[in-house]
């Protein structure tokens, strides 16, 4: 079967299986049909149907993109909040998600973080927490 001879139906059994492997957001979804060359006049079709199916969920996938990047990648919720924005999540579901990063755990990243750098100059440790996504505030009361 060539790329252009897809359904409607076979290009929705696609996007739900790969959307059933992991969280996606609508923005990844819509390159992930592009590149399989899905038919631009089923892509709101298909993402309909795929919000209607809790196939795709904005807030679930802010909860899981932040407790992934934060927990894996060391990011901080500045960073996470220009991310998110990047992908197309509404403020609301953003900030639903930046609440739920654990205050302890989060602190406790700061201060790993800042261990690996012990030693260097100041400045250079600031510059670092700031490329990370934490704020001066955040990353201060630990210098």
């Given amino acids: 079967m060539e790329k252009t001879d897809l359904s409607l139906q076979d290009c929705l059994n696609k996007a739900q299986r790969y959307c059933a492997q992991a969280e996606h957001c609508e923005k990844e ?7 399989w060359q899905v038919p631009s006049e089923f892509a709101d079709d298909i993402i309909d ?10 807030r679930r996938f802010a909860c899981a993109y932040v407790h992934d990047k ?3 990648n060391g990011w901080g ?5 220009y991310s998110l924005r990047m992908l ?11 609440q739920q ?14 261990k690996q750098k012990n030693g260097q100059p100041r400045e250079k440790i600031i510059r670092f927490m700031l490329s990370r996504g ?10």
């Fill in 49 to 58: 149907s795929l919000l209607q199916q809790k196939f795709i969920d904005h």
């Fill in 70 to 72: 934060c927990a894996y």
């Fill in 134 to 143: 934490f704020s001066y505030e955040e990353t201060a009361p630990y210098l």
């Fill in 101 to 114: 990063i654990d205050s302890a755990l989060y602190e406790q990243l700061i201060v790993k973080l800042l």
């Fill in 29 to 35: 979804v819509r390159d992930k049909m592009r590149s």
């Fill in 77 to 81: 919720r500045q960073k996470l909040r």
């Fill in 88 to 98: 197309g999540i509404d403020e609301d579901d953003m900030e639903y998600a930046l």
